[in-house]
């Protein structure tokens, strides 16, 4: 067997995995890895199947495809876990996200972005946390502990009336009801990051009520690990 067979059967699993990246998909990264993941897969696996086959060809074919099989589904671990992480959000978090109060989104690096809005979240110039809000974090709390490999950043964001001061401060102490909340809840404080912006990067102008409600939030970003296989 000549390498190039082997070579441009692999390089025609990378180039049809490639037709199916979509431009600007945020999760390129991640699919471009199991695409090579795919073409290692084969090689390896044509390798074998070629040298272990009585039938050369036969082997040459069941290898190549194994394992990009194998080698695909390794490197589309990441993808998976946090498809899989996304959908228990979308489903517990429903009602929320039905009234605005919840958004979630799929950031680059196949990292999702859980933002909580004031309504829900915390009364205007307070750190203590509305019941509802509780129950919220509760729910995302119990998926945090089924998925450990992940890590969570926590985010707070005031609108800006205030101090510049007195904004940032009030902003960390929202990151912190939060971490306080999920780790209460069971997730381990080791994951847990918090982060206090004040009033900068406002969603909306700050020259209105609603505007303002938008820029009072809090944005929780769950991160995979290096080692999800």
Request: hydrophobic content about 35%.
């Amino acid at each position: 067997m000549k390498k190039y067979q082997i070579m441009m059967a692999a390089g025609l699993l990378v180039s049809l995995s490639a037709c199916a990246t979509t431009p600007n998909d945020p999760n390129k990264q991640a699919k471009d890895k199991a695409a090579m993941g795919a073409m290692l897969g084969a090689v390896a696996g044509a390798v074998v199947g070629y040298n272990s086959d009585s039938n050369r060809e036969r082997g040459l074919a069941r290898g190549l495809a194994l394992g990009a099989v194998a080698g695909g589904a390794v490197g589309a671990g990441v993808g998976s876990y946090m498809d899989k992480q996304q959908a228990e959000f979308n489903q517990q978090l429903s009602s929320e996200r039905q009234s605005n109060q919840v958004e979630i989104q799929r950031l680059k690096n196949e990292s999702l972005k859980i933002t909580m809005n004031s309504e829900v979240s915390f009364d205007s110039n307070s750190s203590s946390m509305k019941p509802a809000f509780n129950q919220t974090l509760r729910k995302v709390a119990n998926i945090l502990q089924r998925y450990s490999k992940t890590t969570v950043r926590i985010v707070g964001y005031t609108d800006s009336r205030g101090s510049e001061a007195y904004n940032l401060n009030l902003s960390k102490q929202r990151a912190k009801s939060v971490a306080w909340a999920l780790q209460d809840d069971g997730v381990s404080h080791q994951r847990v990051a918090i982060e206090g912006r004040g009033e900068s990067n406002p969603r909306a102008s700050n020259a209105n009520a609603a505007g303002r409600q938008l820029n009072r939030r809090v944005e929780m970003f769950i991160q995979p690990n290096n080692n999800i296989q």
